[in-house]
């Protein structure tokens, strides 16, 4: 450790701390101003980030309370942004559970077994989740239509159609267990079988519980997805009460009717405690991304 | 690395627990009770005639009833349901996508052919010759239509009918009619209050003892309405007024009239190459193609590039050992991608707003200039730039610094010693060694951005609109939005033609995708 520092090292550390603060400042400036307009009186108000007119009005919106105006106008909610929030709550959990099964599962035979076309499989998989579900939505909503004259609870504008369309998307989910599976020594297992466990009791008795943490990890990755996800439901969701927030959002600031106001408080409601889940898991989620590609 | 029981040919593992072998009778019930219902959605598809679908469900039963009965295909029963959802949800829709490329399926061909000719069969049309002059009668607070015919004895013995009170009309069903002998008493309304109720006149259909339907043929008359078509034993249908008949063609998918005049709507047929031949041929469609083509590579190619500059920079300046506080920058750095994506586009597109956005107020008030953001193509594409290396820099952030650690410290220090400054470090030392592990994650970052349609859906819709193309096109369309746009949006829903060009973008993502795999090595 250098303990008489150079004049020039001192500037340059300044020079470091201002760029970065300056950088910072333009990055968070979009977030703060949101978080002050939502408590912005009027749907188009300018002003200072602190704001000068102080008004709840868009937040009892965002929660669905109709709100009195000082000069006795009522203003009811423009949209049911808590019933969005829930069909977002609702559809993101029962399919990352769903994920959750279906890539654990998987992830343990690729980890642990030897079996026909195990390599081409894994290599499959990666190839195709490359492909946008953009570009299946066509395929997708035939599929959806005719299902939904059979079995209507998987019809098209229904919760379970969303759902169910959601599974395609596990190959990201499976290189990730696998990872991990694969970094826990096997002996505790082999052992067991050895002692007559089944390969189900093996895996479900003594893997499953060594693995908590990635299964969390990967239930919030999957959850996060899911409430972020926007083609799909904008072409499987028709009605405005089955809309999920992603959908929902963007009413807000339809074309020739732009409540900034409104918007401001249902983000901030709606995004916070998502923003939260994603900074706590950060960790994780960053070696998630690079485990697809370079780890292998 | 083990296998089970079964494969390596040892004796099945038994258990004498109960509650272990009536889980094992649950599994096999609940496989076939999921093999049985596969069949069920197999056959009612079939029974539509939707063959695709009943083949998907097919294939999906069999495998099922294969994987879960095969005591040696035990390893495969744990990927099965992992494997059954990729293959309804991503390749079957891919497989479904590329049929349809090769065929005319759009809003004007959406039918089977059999609900096509069922709907011309189902149309009708008003004879003349057989009207009835109608009143409306007003007996109290009921009001009735007293009909009667033009010419006495057209519409069989009844020529004097009477309808049960309007009030009581259901929608959707018609009014029942009774014959009689005399106009109802009560008092005639006139014209005036006729044209008042027009349109719920209009909406009425009376439907007489014998069955044949009336509706309003005029301000005076009501007419019975007669099947228009009749379906004749080779296929075509005879138009029962002028005796004319309309053929099936099965090229274009229309019933094409004795003139050559194609009737809506059709049914979808085989096309071949059509789509694609359109595509590179028809200047109407090349034109914006080719345009929202370069975009799209140039959006992508910009985009990895500005992200990686500021995600390298910035995780280079990280990495400095002196700095404090880089906990904290850290995570403000990311917070752009802990925001969900479609709360910051959206905020971004208030923010961009050119009369009350706040850009352009700072911009109005520090240089006395406010761009057309939305309007304007160049400034639209500015402006997606931005927004997009704002949204896609710390995923760039986060990937530098991961690798950056893994660089061995003992290099920089030789470079200290042979008086290597910062920017020597960066450029000597950092950047070449990252290059490589980065290449692969640099090409799937491109081919995600490429088809990053969250983004121009919810910012710019893909507008402001190319001129003269006669497909929905915008000059900030990607190719995903284009496609989407001309698949959902606007009045022509040409399914044919967006996944035509699907069928293109997952070539040049395979392509994208093999190149990925063949860098990074990927071992399994």
């Known amino acids: 450790m250098a303990m008489v520092q150079p004049r020039s090292i001192r500037a340059r550390k300044l020079g470091a701390h201002l760029a970065l603060l300056g950088f910072v400042s333009l990055v968070v400036f979009p977030l703060l101003l949101v978080i002050s307009i939502s408590f912005r009186e009027g749907n188009f108000a300018t002003g200072s980030l602190i704001p000068e007119r102080f008004s709840l009005e868009h937040w009892a919106l965002a929660f669905g309370i109709p709100w009195e105006r000082p000069d006795g106008t009522v203003v009811q909610p423009p949209f049911p942004v808590m019933l969005w929030l829930w069909n977002s709550i609702k559809v993101a959990v029962a399919s990352s559970l769903m994920i959750l099964a279906l890539s654990t599962t998987s992830a343990y035979a690729f980890a642990r077994m030897r079996f026909a076309g195990k390599a081409p499989i894994l290599k499959g998989m990666l190839i195709f989740q490359m492909f946008p579900a953009v570009l299946s939505l066509v395929a997708l909503y035939a599929l959806f239509d005719r299902l939904g004259q059979l079995v209507p609870w998987l019809g098209l504008n229904t919760h379970g159609a969303l759902i169910l369309a959601s599974l395609g998307a596990v190959a990201l989910h499976i290189w990730t267990i696998k990872g991990y599976f694969e970094s826990i020594d096997g002996s505790l297992e082999e052992a067991a079988m050895v002692d007559g466990a089944s390969t189900w009791q093996a895996f479900y008795h003594i893997l499953l519980p060594l693995s908590v943490p990635i299964l969390m990890v990967v239930f919030i990755l999957a959850f996060i997805m899911s409430i972020m996800e926007y083609p799909m439901a904008s072409v499987l969701l028709l009605d405005e009460d089955k809309l999920t927030l992603a959908v929902g959002a963007q009413q807000y600031l339809a074309e020739h009717n732009q409540r900034w106001g409104d918007f401001a408080a249902a983000a901030v409601l709606s995004g916070l405690p998502i923003t939260l889940a994603f900074l706590l898991c950060q960790r994780w989620i960053a070696g998630g991304l690079t485990a697809g590609g370079v780890k292998g | ?524």
């Open chain 2, 1 to 524: 690395m083990f296998v089970t029981n079964a494969s390596r040919g040892l004796p099945r593992h038994r258990s004498r627990a109960p509650a272990e072998r009536y889980s094992r009778w649950a599994l096999r019930a609940l496989t076939a009770l999921l093999v049985l219902g596969t069949l069920w959605l197999v056959v009612a598809f079939h029974l539509r005639g939707q063959w695709m679908f009943s083949l998907l469900f097919l294939v999906l039963g069999a495998s099922l009833a294969i994987v879960f009965g095969k005591r040696q295909l035990m390893s495969h029963r744990y990927i099965f349901p992992a494997l059954a959802g990729m293959g309804v949800f991503v390749i079957f829709p891919l497989v479904y996508t590329i049929g349809i490329s090769f065929s005319n399926y759009s809003s004007s061909n959406l039918l089977s052919e059999e609900r096509v000719r069922a709907q011309f069969l189902d149309q009708t049309y008003q004879a003349e010759g057989q009207a009835f002059d109608f009143e409306l009668v007003r007996e109290g607070n009921r009001t009735r239509l007293y009909l009667e015919a033009e010419a006495s004895g057209a519409a069989g013995e009844a020529s004097r009918l009477v309808s049960r009170p309007l009030a009581q009309a259901v929608e959707g069903q018609p009014l029942a009619v009774e014959p009689t002998q005399a106009a109802p008493s009560g008092e005639a309304l006139g014209i005036r209050e006729v044209i008042a109720n027009r349109e719920a006149l209009e909406a009425l259909s009376l439907v007489t003892p014998d069955g044949t339907e009336l509706q309003m043929a005029g301000l005076r008359s009501f007419a019975p309405m007669l099947p228009r078509f009749e379906a004749s034993p080779d296929g075509s249908l005879t138009d029962l007024r002028d005796g004319t008949t309309l053929t099936p063609n099965q090229e274009t998918g229309f019933f094409v009239t004795e003139d050559g005049e194609r009737l809506t709507p059709g049914w979808p047929v085989s096309v071949g190459l059509d789509n694609y031949t359109k595509i590179f041929t028809d200047p109407d469609i090349r034109g914006p193609f080719l345009q929202i083509f370069v975009w799209t590579f140039v959006f992508a190619g910009l985009t990895v590039a500005f992200t990686l500059a500021l995600g390298f920079t910035l995780a280079a300046l990280l990495q400095w050992d002196q700095l404090r506080g880089k906990a904290v920058y850290r995570t403000l750095l990311i917070l752009p991608y802990a925001v969900p994506a479609f709360i910051s586009i959206l905020i971004f597109k208030g923010m961009f707003n050119q009369h009350h956005g706040e850009i352009n107020l700072i911009l109005e008030n520090l240089f006395g200039i406010s761009p057309d953001w939305f309007t304007d193509p160049a400034m639209a594409r500015t402006m997606l730039l931005i927004v997009n290396t704002w949204l896609g820099y710390p995923y760039m952030l986060l990937l530098c610094m991961g690798l950056i650690q893994s660089i061995p410290r003992d290099l920089y220090e030789a470079s200290a010693v042979d008086g290597g400054g910062p920017l020597t470090n960066m450029l000597r030392i950092t950047l070449p060694l990252i290059l490589k592990p980065l290449t692969p994650l640099l090409i799937a970052a491109f081919a995600f951005n490429f088809n990053n349609f969250v983004l121009i859906a919810l910012l710019t819709g893909g507008k402001p609109d190319i001129l003269g193309a006669s497909t929905p096109a915008g000059t900030t369309d990607l190719l995903v939005s284009y496609t989407y746009r001309i698949a959902f949006q606007d009045a022509g829903q040409n399914f044919g033609l967006a996944a035509a060009i699907a069928t293109l973008i997952f070539l040049l993502v395979v392509g994208l995708s093999w190149l990925n795999l063949r860098l990074s090595k990927v071992k399994v």
